[in-house]
């Protein structure tokens, strides 16, 4: 799709009369259709994705012109990660006059997470033309503006939204981050506690807005109330139990992994760059600085891999199922084009796929995508723990709100990543965070060999490149190659006792 054909088409008018029957007497097309409707709603509410996709193709073609059923099938695709179909969807139901708030912002999402903020941004603008109070899409374009690293224009819309709408929790506390970032901590921290003494704050908020009290308490080194605040943020969720390492190696033996098949790498097979590890282990930074490479395109946080892979134990990775995981990934993680005057006439020889969960699935990358590659960030494990338990993951990674359960999930991590070392025969690049930020060019010639490409200066630049960062390192890697998050634990090494020890003992 070109950039000039992203803009929404005005709304079409349809004549319901012409599905059948006289005016006021539904035709049993439209019944059914309507049945369907009803009955996918609580499935697409529940996330039951692909029963609900399922059910509305069926019904697709006794109604190709019914909003409802593209908007239905948009927000279907878009939960299961097929943003080709999902975008298809969406457009069409706006062009039936579905342009509502939850239509086109669920567009803009879409744009905005495989990289097409121009898109992103241009669908926003035409919402807010049309209804310029609507609080959710001021709200997005705040947020839009900073992930495309546009710090300054997100401070600036975040203070025109709030004379023309009123103050917002979400953006009271994206405002005081962004007064954090430019060093303005005094306006931040009475934003923030400002927040938490309203007694009618949300816990959602509230936890939200300990989490970034406690980052800024952090920068200015007043590193007992920085621990307190993030503490009592993760003590508002529960903690999620780990698996252990013995019954993750009892499912998977040595024997259940060398019984999967090995496939020939298929067309494209060695396209993909997949970056694992533990969150908060430098996969941000390498992704981007790989992302850097004008021949190198990123798909984020791709969870294609896992939608493919989870909960199948190794005896249901048959030949079949091998080549059907391949042919999808590939397919769903086909490249976006390159944007830009420099990347314009290059061609997309590699996409990184920064999932540092997919450490979970090397066997079958090894098995179904041999010639793909594989770049294993590391990093001083107290440096991980701790930014593990700073960082807000929202509902996501429960382990990381305990001390305990985040000890309990790396010991976990490294006796996964060693048993692939003893069992399996694949080549996997060690990209150490340490190493990396202390002397960048030779670790950046090493892994760009590795990802069988030549260097380029761009990539000693990454915080240069304009594309969008959906992360929680969103405002890190918008600078250069730093050292100073090397050896932070040491600040907080009274506090993490106990956790210290269980990773020395690993």
Known sequence: MRTE??????????????????????????????????RVAPLIDSGQYAIAIELLEE???????????????????????????????????????????????????????????????????????????????????????????????????????????????????????????????????ADLRGLLDEPKTTETHRRDAFFSLGKLLDLTERYDEAFDAISRANRMLPADEVVTPELFRERWSPEAIGAIPQLESPKNGDRPVFIIGMPRSGTTLTEQILAAHPSVATLGESPALNTLSRDQLPARFDTERLATIASAY??????????????????????????????????????????????????????????????????????????????????????????WSETLDIEIFESNYETLTSDPRPSVETMLAHVGLPFDESCLAHHKNKSTVNTASVDQVRNPIYTTSQKKWERYEKHLGPLIEMLESE
């Open 5 to 38: 054909d992203r803009g929404l088409p005005k709304p079409t008018r349809t004549n319901r009369s012409t599905m059948g029957g006289p005016i006021g007497a539904p035709s049993p097309q439209q019944v059914k259709v309507h049945q369907i409707k009803a």
């Open 330 to 419: 590939l397919t769903e993680t086909a490249p976006p084009p390159l944007r830009g005057k420099k990347r314009s006439a290059n061609k997309v020889l590699r996409v990184v796929d920064k999932m540092p969960e997919n450490y979970y699935y090397v066997p079958v990358i090894d098995r179904c995508l041999p010639a793909s590659r594989v770049v294993h960030c590391t990093r001083d494990p107290r440096d991980i723990a701790l930014s593990c338990f700073f960082q807000n993951f929202g509902t996501r990674l429960g382990w990381t709100r305990r001390l305990e359960t985040i000890g309990n999930q790396h010991r976990l991590y490294r006796s996964v990543m060693n048993l």
């Open 59 to 189: 019904v697709l073609p006794l109604d190709r012109d019914d909003g409802m059923l593209h908007k239905m099938l948009g927000a279907g695709y878009a939960g299961m990660q097929n943003a080709q179909k999902a975008t298809l969807h969406l457009r069409r139901a706006a062009e039936l006059g579905f342009r509502d708030t939850d239509t086109l912002l669920s567009l803009a999402s879409i744009y905005k997470e495989n990289g097409n903020t121009h898109g992103s941004l241009q669908v926003v603008e035409k919402l807010l033309a049309e209804l310029p109070a609507d609080g959710r899409a001021n709200r997005f374009k705040a947020f839009l503006l900073r992930s495309m690293g546009d710090p300054d224009k997100a401070l600036a819309w975040i203070d025109t939204i709030h004379e023309r709408v009123g103050p917002h929790p979400d953006t009271v506390i994206l405002r005081a981050e962004l007064l954090t970032r430019f060093k303005r901590f005094d306006e931040a921290q």
